[in-house]
């Protein structure tokens, strides 16, 4: 059973499988419009992190769901960080997660039962500790091994964090540093350290529960997980979102070293040049920045950190509340402002 590699059964692994931006919108934009409620607060309008509908005046139910193939060879790892992924968009939202549903697609003549066993409880032990139970789901036979949650939480309807309230004048806060995506890819081939993966797996398994703090912010006008379109990607939707341009300097990211070594190396994702070819048009690079940085900023995060749009006066708090929850890395990375939305990307 341990020589098993759970990352040999996928095509792509973590959030580096979603379907390509470019790709996805077309697929939208056949879909034919939906009845809208007007008890549903967040739909598809803006590419959100997940759905809210107000149940009353004090309460709004968070639903979402998401799920994918392996990242990494370890069953349990691979339940614990596709958990923690799929409980970041209650998060995401400002809400406080209350129950899951777990997602489960396995190679029954491929996988022997306690490799299966051990993705499962591997979840589980990230909704024990978000504290929450998982109550129920859904389990088929496929071609390759999937796992996920839907996930559903309760958020004050009047503290909702959209991805499409940001203003004019924010700075733009990232709560986790980039290259989980590098590293899987790293991975893959064999060239992952030992604290390379220890930093990987505690990125990714690292519940990104200080949005629930966030949303009491008045100050904080926007929020958003970074995940599988990379930051750039997922940047972009706050912009088209909100009406706005932004600006990131590349100096000011976290990153992951180890990522770094290998992105200048030449190692990195397919879903990145996808990411890339999806949305590139809306992004400029000032010169002085090379290949491997932009390879970073496209780079599919998955269980990536919180990207928050706040007042400049709130920025102080924003990253006591990061730091206070454990995310020391947690940095001001930009601003946005009036303008075509779109990406500047600065070295400095």
Partial sequence: MDDIKLTSFSHGGGC?????????SQILA??????????????????????????????????????????????HDF??????????DIYAMGGTPILA??????PLDKLPLPVI??????GASVCAEAGIPIAGGH??????PIYGLVALGLVHPDKVKKNSGAKAGDVLILGKPLGVGILSAALKKSRLSAEGYGC????????????????????????TDVTGFGLAGHLLEICRGSGLAAHVRFAALPLIAEAVEHVQAGIATGASNRNWAGYGHAV???????????????DPQTSGGLLVSCAPEAAAEVLAAFRDAGFGEAAVIGELSPGTPGLTVSAR
């Fill in 284 to 298: 400029a690079l000032e010169a002085g920045l090379e290949e491997w940085q932009q390879k970073l900023i496209t």
């Fill in 79 to 88: 339940g614990r960080i596709a958990a923690t992924n799929a409980i970041s």
């Fill in 101 to 106: 549903l777990a997602l489960v697609g396995m």
């Fill in 200 to 223: 990987m797996i505690g990125y990714t398994t690292q519940l990104n529960r200080v949005g629930t703090r966030l949303a009491e912010l008045p100050a904080v006008h926007a929020m």
């Fill in 16 to 24: 580096g499988c979603k379907i390509a931006p470019a790709v996805l």
């Fill in 117 to 122: 066993e051990r993705i499962l409880s591997g």
């Fill in 30 to 75: 056949a879909t034919p419009a939906a009845l809208i409620p007007p008890q549903l607060l967040v739909g598809t309008e803006s590419s959100d992190d997940a759905a809210v509908y107000k149940l009353n005046d004090s309460q709004a139910l968070v639903a979402t769901t998401d799920f994918f193939t392996p990242i990494v060879d370890d069953p």
């Fill in 139 to 144: 389990s088929i036979d496929v071609l390759e």
